[in-house]
């Protein structure tokens, strides 16, 4: 099945920092979310990103679905975005999504 | 619009106990699926459903069950817990099976 890989695995920044996050895949995909898992457990959906770009306030996030990956963009980390930070895909018609491990990212006062 | 809704949101069970968690969802979608949380890995599939009446399995599915009987319900049960089964459980749901999926808060199951 596809792999989903992503980096870095943890990530500790100062609060206002601006932060990249990455998540490469091995195969093509036509589904690809980012989840942010608050330290309450809650999986809140980022963004629903196959290609192309999108932006929601301090966020941002970028699929090149030719080159299998996406990247997350945090600007001016606040304490709250602390969590773990998931990427997810599916492919074809396969009703399954795959997640990353995951990455932790810690925002310090 | 409550979204997805899990029960319960915590449980203990001794080995060998049986139980049903519950997902609910007002959104009238037809995708459900069920995802369990282990500690340093990301979700992985249990169960899904494509509509009702109809189920097929995820990645993880030994020691599970589950039913779709309605559009808006759909159960996950623990025939035979077993302390390999302690985990956080999530529900999903989305319009099918390409359009982004929401979830619910979680159930935290510990098995003894």
């Known amino acids: 099945g596809i792999q989903v890989e992503q980096s870095p695995p943890d990530l500790i920044l100062q609060e206002g920092a601006n932060s990249t996050l990455r998540c490469n895949f091995s195969?093509?995909?036509?589904?690809l979310q980012w989840f942010h898992q608050n330290p309450w457990g809650q999986l809140i959906n980022l963004f629903y990103i196959p290609s192309g770009t999108k932006q929601n306030g301090r966020l941002s996030a970028t699929t090149v679905a030719t080159e299998r990956y996406s990247l997350l963009y945090i600007s001016s980390s606040q304490t709250t975005d602390s969590g773990v930070y998931f990427c997810?895909?599916?492919?074809?018609?396969?009703?399954?999504?795959?997640f990353g491990k995951g990455i932790t990212l810690s925002v310090r006062p | 619009n409550a979204g997805v809704t899990q029960t319960p949101k915590f449980q203990v069970l001794k080995t060998g106990q049986s139980m049903t968690l519950q997902c609910a969802q007002d959104m009238n979608h037809e995708y459900m699926s069920w995802y369990r949380q282990d500690p340093g890995m990301g979700l992985r599939l249990i169960h899904y459903?494509?509509?009702?009446?109809?189920?097929d399995q995820g990645e993880v599915p030994n020691g599970y069950n589950v039913s779709r009987s309605t559009t808006e319900d759909f159960p996950l049960r623990l025939l035979s817990a077993a302390p390999s089964q302690t985990s956080v459980y999530f529900c999903?749901?989305?319009?099918?099976?390409?359009?982004?999926?929401?979830f619910g808060d979680g159930t935290r199951l510990s098995i003894l």
């Open positions: 997810a895909v599916k492919t074809g018609a396969n009703s399954k999504l795959t």
């Open positions: 459903s494509v509509g009702a009446g109809i189920t």
């Open positions: 999903a749901s989305s319009p099918n099976s390409g359009q982004p999926q929401h």
């Open positions: 195969d093509s995909v036509n589904n």
